[in-house]
């Protein structure tokens, strides 16, 4: 368990607050750990962390991206390099 943590108060539309608990219930975490996990991604990284973060933004005509997004992500990595 991480040492003292800060509480922050985060205002998210209703869309992005179910994907996000949607993604977190895949992975068997919690929101807060999965939102910590995208806010040290977020700023750990030039663009192209920023260009992996907007992957699954828009409509793709796929339904089955938010259970794939792992490895749609790897791809994109190793095609980068």
């Not at 992005?16 to 219930?25: G, K, M, V």
């Not at 040290?40 to 992996?52: A, D, P, S, Y």
Request: proline share 1%; aromatic share 2%; charged share 35%.
């Amino acid at each position: 368990m991480l040492a003292y943590m800060k509480r922050t108060t985060v205002k998210l539309p209703d869309d992005l607050d179910a994907r996000l608990r949607h993604e977190a219930e895949r992975r068997g975490v919690t929101v807060s750990e999965l939102t910590r996990e995208a806010i040290e991604v977020h700023l750990r990284g030039g663009g192209r962390h920023r260009k992996l973060l907007a992957a699954g933004a828009g409509a793709s005509g796929h339904a089955d991206i938010s259970e794939r997004i792992e490895e749609l992500l790897a791809r994109e990595v190793v095609g980068s390099h």
